[in-house]
T-cell receptor
Framework: DTEVTQTPKHLVMGMTNKKSLKCEQH?????MYWYKQKAKKPPELMFV???????INESVPSRFSPECPNSSLLNLHLHALQPEDSALYLC??????????????FGPGTRLTVT | DAKTTQPPSMDCAEGRAANLPCNHS???????VYWYRQIHSQGPQYIIH???NNETNEMASLIITEDRKSSTLILPHATLRDTAVYYC?????????????FGAGTTVTVRA
């Protein structure tokens, strides 16, 4: 199984809502990632978890809160978002470290619209 | 990390080989070349990587010049499903750094 799944596929939320994005993989990967992709732009890294611990936070605003409950799951909690946060949110996973960290498997993404 | 330069777009005829160039003239000896692609409205897909030897897998071939300053991704028999944005990324394989930085990439359109 080389699949990364993400739910929901689409999400529309108001600026006062709280919602969560979910990501799951069963490849035994111990590194998991959140990326943000605006229209017609390349993906940009937001967070990296390694062995369920936050390894990298690319200075993401605190209205985005990641969580890694176990080695297969990754969540992104959203609160008080702004319309400019509307984007495709991508989850990825990889084996840990070295050259394997860059063979990342991506999910299909959650398309988020903030109204 | 070394910077990469790719043409913004290219067309390819279905059934023909697609040759995608990437320039990385400032690459250092311990940096790998990685290729990804992103089909419209999907997540990026890992294709192949290499250090200095040519590499081939079921998706593509990667040809790296002897001086390692450029490389070419070859899709041997392009199909309409290969229409995508292709990203060339150069990275040091440092076990403490997981950051994959995507550039603008090359938009490849395969035409029937």
């Amino acid at each position: 199984d080389t699949e990364v799944t993400q739910t929901p596929k689409h999400l529309v939320m108001g600026m006062t809502n709280k919602k969560s994005l979910k990501c799951e993989q069963h490849m035994g990967h111990r590194a998991m990632y959140w990326y943000k992709q605006k229209a017609k732009k390349p993906p940009e890294l937001m967070f990296v978890y390694s062995y369920e611990k936050l390894s990298i936070n690319e200075s993401v605003p605190s209205r985005f809160s990641p969580e890694c409950p176990n080695s297969s799951l990754l969540n992104l909690h959203l609160h008080a978002l702004q319309p400019e946060d509307s984007a495709l949110y991508l989850c990825a996973s990889s084996q840990e470290g070295g050259i394997f960290a860059y063979e990342q498997y991506f999910g299909p993404g959650t398309r988020l619209t903030v109204t | 990390d070394a910077k990469t330069t790719q043409p913004p777009s290219m067309d390819c005829a279905e059934g023909r080989a697609a040759n995608l160039p990437c320039n990385h003239s400032t690459i250092s000896g311990n940096e790998y070349v990685y290729w990804y692609r992103q089909i419209h409205s999907q997540g990026p897909q890992y294709i192949i990587h290499g250090l200095k030897n040519n590499e081939t897998n079921e998706m593509a071939s990667l040809i790296i010049t002897e001086d390692r300053k450029s490389s070419t991704l070859i899709l041997p028999h392009a199909t309409l499903r290969d229409t995508a944005v292709y990203y060339c990324i150069v990275r040091v394989a440092n076990s403490n750094d997981y950051k994959l930085s995507f550039g603008a990439g090359t938009t490849v359109t395969v035409r029937a």
